[in-house]
């Protein structure tokens, strides 16, 4: 686009011969309307011409006798909506919401590896086999607050028995109730942690106890960290990660300087290098919260369905975000006029009165250009013989 400077001159030598024109016209109109006659006539029957125009303030007022009126032609201006279009470097991501990172719930070592990388599963599917002491203590754990449990309920049966028929004191019966009840918690307490621990499959072989490891969800196994035979020390680390590609992210990289170009709810359009002929629809989800400190980025996430598994994770994408349709003001090239080193046009108020207003220019062609600030939607702009009212 060229700039206002090159707008500046290149209308400014425009009005300068429109203003030579101009003023022939108006002398040739003069001459038109004037009464040719001798000037023994005129002095006899002088009577002034009709008047060009009234200047009253800022309003230009143009009489509906002036010779004028037959030579400035008014038209409203042009706007219409452009749909913007802004493109942004993107990738595809894993929908972490569809992910699991697989932790076991006790240390031991791998016995049995059903799985690689690679692999897609299904919930419930036997991951891996874990044999863990831990798990053995705590069915050891079970077994003996079982016998503990059943000594104390017979002894409280005895306690009663021998109390009905007042052969111990009370004080007997109240030690064997609350021995009872120790009993029982303790049962309840060890059965809910090897719930907790062995969840369903766990068994006792032997004195070693076996743990299945199996998959939350259907999905494919992105990561594996452990091998046959692997030791398990620290159960806060994933032994593997299980993540589902039915759904997926397609993330845009928005510069801190355009975040106020997007928002949530945006339609956008993605395409792919490795799908160069196919445009994929989509809409803004969420905008992240904060910046990527070394990129000065937000990231702007776009949920796609990928059920036929052609996005992968890692490739790269390239998002172009649709902006609101914006107004855009044209005029014609010929209503554009110089005034004191400033750019004008005429904009009509009322009928057969105009006043000047300073316009900013964009865009342009060979007939039109685009008016950036300066007028509004519903102007009427004189758009031919406005360099009759210059000054």
């Known amino acids: 686009m060229p700039s206002n400077n090159h707008n500046t001159s290149k209308l400014f030598v425009g009005s300068k011969l429109a203003i030579a024109l101009g003023g022939c016209l108006l002398i040739g109109i003069i001459w038109m309307v004037s009464p040719h006659k001798s000037e023994s006539a005129e002095a006899k029957n002088s009577s002034p011409p009709?008047?060009?125009?009234?200047?009253q303030g800022d309003e230009y007022i143009v009489p509906n006798d002036s010779p004028l009126m037959s030579h400035l032609k008014v038209m409203p201006v042009s706007s219409g909506g452009s749909a913007q279009m802004t493109s942004f470097p993107g990738m595809v991501e894993a929908n972490t919401a569809a992910s699991a990172n697989i932790e076991p719930p006790?240390?031991?070592?791998?016995?049995?590896?059903?799985?690689?990388?690679?692999?897609?599963?299904?919930?419930?599917?036997?991951?891996?086999?874990?044999?863990s002491g831990d798990l053995a203590q705590a069915y050891s754990d079970v077994s003996k607050a079982k016998d503990s449990l059943s000594l104390a309920n017979a002894n409280l049966?005895?306690?009663?028995?021998?109390?009905?028929?007042?052969?111990?004191?009370?004080?007997?019966?109240?030690?064997?109730?609350?021995?009872?009840?120790?009993?029982?918690?303790?049962?309840?307490?060890?059965?809910?942690?090897?719930?907790?621990?062995?969840?369903?499959?766990?068994?006792?072989?032997?004195?070693?106890a076996f743990l299945p490891i199996v998959s939350p969800i259907n999905?494919?196994?992105?990561?594996?960290?452990?091998?046959?035979?692997?030791?398990?020390?620290?159960?806060?680390?994933?032994?593997l990660t299980i993540a589902n590609f039915d759904q997926v992210w397609v993330t845009a990289n928005i510069p801190e300087a355009q975040l106020n170009q997007v928002h949530t709810g945006l339609d956008v359009d993605v395409t792919f290098p490795a799908y160069?002929?196919?445009?994929?629809?989509?809409?803004?989800?969420?905008i992240s919260s904060v910046l990527d400190s070394d990129t000065r980025r937000a990231k702007?996430?776009?949920?796609?369905?990928?059920?036929?598994?052609?996005?992968?994770?890692?490739?790269?994408?390239?998002?172009?975000?649709?902006?609101?349709?914006?107004?855009?003001?044209?005029?014609?090239?010929?209503?554009?006029?110089?005034?004191?080193?400033?750019?004008?046009?005429?904009?009509?108020?009322?009928?057969?009165?105009?006043?000047?207003?300073?316009?900013?220019l964009g865009s342009?062609?060979?007939?039109?250009?685009?008016?950036?600030?300066?007028?509004?939607?519903?102007?009427?702009?004189?758009?031919?013989?406005?360099?009759?009212?210059?000054?």
């Open 50 to 55: 009709p008047e060009m125009f009234k200047h």
């Open 106 to 131: 006790l240390t031991g070592r791998i016995v049995k590896l059903n799985v690689k990388i690679g692999d897609h599963v299904r919930k419930g599917q036997v991951l891996a086999i874990l044999s």
């Open 157 to 208: 049966k005895r306690t009663r028995e021998v109390n009905a028929i007042g052969a111990n004191a009370n004080k007997d019966l109240e030690a064997a109730q609350s021995t009872q009840i120790q009993a029982k918690d303790e049962y309840e307490r060890a059965t809910q942690r090897l719930k907790t621990l062995a969840g369903h499959g766990a068994k006792l072989s032997g004195s070693e």
């Open 219 to 239: 999905g494919d196994v992105t990561a594996l960290n452990v091998g046959l035979g692997s030791f398990i020390n620290d159960n806060t680390n994933a032994i």
């Open 276 to 286: 160069p002929n196919q445009v994929f629809h989509g809409r803004i989800g969420n």
């Open 300 to 360: 702007a996430r776009i949920l796609f369905d990928n059920s036929n598994m052609k996005l992968k994770p890692n490739m790269f994408a390239t998002v172009q975000i649709k902006n609101n349709s914006q107004q855009k003001i044209t005029v014609p090239q010929s209503a554009l006029l110089m005034n004191n080193e400033q750019i004008t046009v005429f904009v009509e108020i009322k009928p057969h009165t105009y006043v000047r207003k300073i316009v900013e």
């Open 364 to 391: 342009e062609n060979d007939t039109d250009v685009q008016i950036i600030s300066g007028l509004n939607p519903s102007d009427r702009v004189i758009v031919s013989g406005g360099v009759l009212l210059n000054d």
